[in-house]
């Protein structure tokens, strides 16, 4: 495989790793919330998802698809180029209005353009491919599980460098204190007065990486996002099980 092609896998890395691993802290930081308010809803006065710092979590998990898209499928005119609108017929600059996917073949990539068109034109009527209207008309948006889909894409790019000859291993995806500390002041707003948070400082950092464990395995089981469609009476159980947790957190 060509050196250009080596040079623009490691870039595709460079430029998304760090996006795909917030992406994932934000999944698991809401998992952890949601897990403790239905494990123990006596505890809460109000859901998690009604503080003011989840939809601040929900926009920055929003902003990476964008990112990471627009980084692997964006394409840019060089700076001879720029000024005229379009690649001129002398340019030789390999890049120059070229995607750095260009020439590789990565899984995941439709699915993730899909997700980007969604967090970008939340009015349906801004959709204008058919593929997309379709993806919102089979309610995927909404069911999707969209972490899988950036971590299968990540994984792809993995297996690219590892089949162009590099040496490269998937995200060691770390939880410190910038994570926990979110959580825990979620939890603190949720929390009933004078409850203590149900799980301790020191032992929030490994509770956090299980529960990521745990998910990377359905995220590799479900690479494109879309897990078992629930049955009517799952989602009745599900949302009868909401309402009793809700009952029991007033």
Known sequence: MSKDVK??????????????????????????????LSAGPELFWRPFYNTPLVPMLRARAHEQVVWVYAWLCGSALCKSCH???KKQSSCTKVRCDKPLTDGTTLRGLDHLKNHRDVVGHPLTHQLDRAAVRKFVADKRDRRDLRPAVLWDVHRSIVDAQIAAGDVATVLDVKFG?????????????????????????????????????????????????????????????IWEKMKGAWAASR
């Open 83 to 85: 000024p005229t609108g």
């Open 7 to 36: 040079d623009r896998l490691r870039d595709m890395r460079i430029g998304t790793d760090s996006e795909i691993e917030t992406l994932i802290h934000c999944w698991v930081i809401e998992l952890v919330a949601q897990h403790l």
């Open 177 to 237: 204190p910038n994570e926990t500390q979110v959580l825990d002041s979620i939890l603190r707003l949720c929390l009933k007065p004078d409850v203590p948070p149900p799980i301790p400082d020191a032992a929030m950092p490994d509770f956090m990486a299980k529960i990521w464990e745990k998910g990377r395995v359905e995220f590799e089981k479900y690479p494109d996002g879309q897990l078992p469609p629930k049955t009517d009476a799952e989602r009745k159980a």
